[in-house]
């Protein structure tokens, strides 16, 4: 039941200002400011709802099992991404701030929180959340590894223990150990994520990067003008994620997370009329016709990609 999450306050607006003075603030790093803010750098303790429904303790390390949406319109996303997925929302209120929880066929799917109006542009963007066996030992090798950690390792009695790093390349990730079990992995229903790429200058980098922090596996396939190589990271032998050479001269590293469709124009036409904008038209040069790349309103970037309902 939604009623089962709960969210407590995290503290004054002082202490919260106090803290977000002291974050980084590059530009890779202005992204990382509310999440940094919102977690517990003033020590206090960290309240965050469950990724799951119910307790399992079972958990999919090398998995994206989340994402959280970083947003400077809280009330314009849940309007877009309602009307464009029909998504259903929780809110949960604090003194500082509100976090909300997105639904899609009745079971929990990602997270919105509300970015500081004070905080500069840019301003929103998802973030995906990578399962590990050991937070702090990831933040270890991330270092190791020529990445960088913008937020150290927080604990959340609910959520479990965090943190958010740069890879190498400057993509912003957050790996996670939840303490009640991951979200569920199965067949991804209409208007679910289903698939995670990482976008980036350093391909053959970002390989050797992720093997050493996750155990990713790279499997190089030759993209369909067979000049660009597109990897497949696998874990265990199954596959968790591509990375791909950016597509976008404009364009920064990033993992790029994509909902599960059955109608791709349609969608893409709904998202324009809602205020979305289309960075990469559906072209049948690109996996047959079958993705679409999208910015929401307020610039956050996610992809589509068009499976047909199950008859």
């Known amino acids: 039941m939604q009623q089962e999450f709960v969210m407590r306050s995290f503290g004054s607006e002082t202490a919260k200002r106090a803290c977000t003075r002291w974050l980084p603030t590059s530009s890779a790093v202005l992204l990382t400011v509310t999440l ?13 709802p469950p990724l799951t429904q119910h307790e399992t303790q079972i958990h999919y ?27 259903q929302f929780t809110d949960f209120d604090s003194a500082d ?13 990602a997270g919105f929180v509300e970015k500081d109006d004070e905080q500069p542009r840019p301003a929103s963007q998802w973030f995906s959340l990578l399962s590990v066996e050991d937070v702090d030992r990831a933040v270890r ?3 190791r590894y020529g990445g960088s950690v913008p937020l150290k390792p927080i604990t959340a009695p609910e959520r479990g223990r965090f943190a958010i790093i740069r890879d190498p390349g400057g993509a912003l990730l957050t790996v996670i150990r939840t303490r009640w079990g991951d979200p569920d992995i199965g067949a991804p229903e209409e208007n679910d994520w289903f698939w995670n790429e990482l976008w980036t ?21 030759a993209n369909e003008s067979g000049t660009q190589p597109y990897l497949i990271f696998q874990h265990n032998g199954i596959p968790a994620a591509g990375a791909a050479r950016l597509p976008m001269a404009d364009g920064g590293p990033a993992w790029l997370p994509y909902v599960r ?13 809602l205020g979305g904008r289309i960075l990469i038209a ?3 040069n690109i996996r047959s016709g079958t993705v679409a790349v999208i910015a929401d309103p307020s610039g956050a970037i996610f992809g589509i990609q068009q499976i047909p309902a199950s008859r």
């Open 61 to 87: 390390p090398g998995r994206i099992i989340w994402h959280d949406l970083l947003t400077d319109d809280l009330s314009g996303a849940k309007r877009f991404y309602g009307n464009l997925f029909g998504w």
């Open 141 to 143: 090798q991330t270092e």
């Open 201 to 221: 200058e350093k391909v053959d980098e970002a390989a050797l990067f992720y093997r050493e922090l996750v155990g990713f596996q790279a499997r190089s396939l």
């Open 261 to 273: 469709v059955s109608d791709l124009d349609g969608t893409v036409s709904r998202a324009e009329s």
């Open 282 to 284: 559906p072209n049948p």
């Open 36 to 48: 940094a803010a919102f977690s517990g750098c003033t020590g206090r303790t960290v309240e965050l």
């Open 97 to 109: 701030f509100v976090y909300t929880i997105a639904w899609n066929h009745g079971h929990p799917i």
